[in-house]
Antibody, heavy 114, light 107 residues
């Protein structure tokens, strides 16, 4: 059974940085396409970033140049480094597996506010 | 980019009712469409993959159909625990596109 546990969210001031983690068990993050998806208050689901098995990364236009995605094979953990945070980045952030977004974590809340 | 529209944006139905949600893609996406259920405070859940395949463990009252540009998601007999927002998502063109969601409430 796949389990994903996100952490690292919190309250951060505009312009600040946070690193989210997604600890995985039951699958290898390095061997599969992994994504970050977010839901802002009152909004729908929005794909944020993905990393392919081969290491290629993609980002939504709204976060391009500010967010990076990476993984630690030894820790079997996916990361999302978020810089230059804006109020509109406030959301629950979820990690998800495979291109069909089969398995999801419970999410971690990021609040960007002064 | 492939756009995905979904309707209705919300619906109210009684327990036992048949509920149908439609999703339309802006171009042919073959069968590369999934349906997700999202309850407040919970992780989104994959219900249907590749347009019509029921994910393991998902009750059989949920079903999906369609191909190309037009897709349908059905709950044959709405249950109280089905209260949620439902999203379609195309993944023919990665990273994929979510529909705007359908909020399902009990009448």
């Amino acid at each position: 059974e796949v389990q994903l546990v996100e952490s690292g969210g919190g309250l951060i001031q505009p312009g600040g940085s946070l690193r989210l983690s997604c600890a995985a068990s039951g699958l290898n993050v390095s061997s599969n396409y992994m994504s970050w998806v977010r839901q802002a208050p009152g909004k729908g689901l929005e794909w944020v970033s993905g990393i392919y098995r081969g290491g290629r990364t993609d980002f939504a236009d709204s976060v391009k140049g500010r967010f990076t995605i990476s993984r630690d094979n030894s820790q079997n953990t996916l990361y999302l480094q978020m810089n230059s945070l804006r109020a509109e980045d406030t959301a629950f952030y979820y990690c998800a597996t495979f291109t069909i977004l089969k398995d999801w974590g419970q999410g971690t809340l990021v609040t960007v506010s002064s | 980019d492939i756009q995905v529209t979904q309707s209705p944006s919300s619906l109210s139905a009684s327990v036992g009712d048949r509920v149908t949600i439609t999703c339309q893609a802006s171009q042919d996406i073959k069968y590369y469409l999934n349906w997700y259920q999202h309850k407040p405070g919970k992780a989104p859940k994959l219900l249907i993959y590749d347009a019509s395949n029921l994910e393991t463990g998902v009750p059989s009252r949920f079903s999906g159909s369609g191909s190309g540009t037009d897709f349908t998601f059905t709950i044959t007999s709405l249950q109280p625990e089905d209260i949620a927002t439902y999203y379609c998502r195309q993944y023919y063109d990665l990273p994929g596109t979510f529909g705007p969601g359908t909020n399902v409430v009990i009448k």
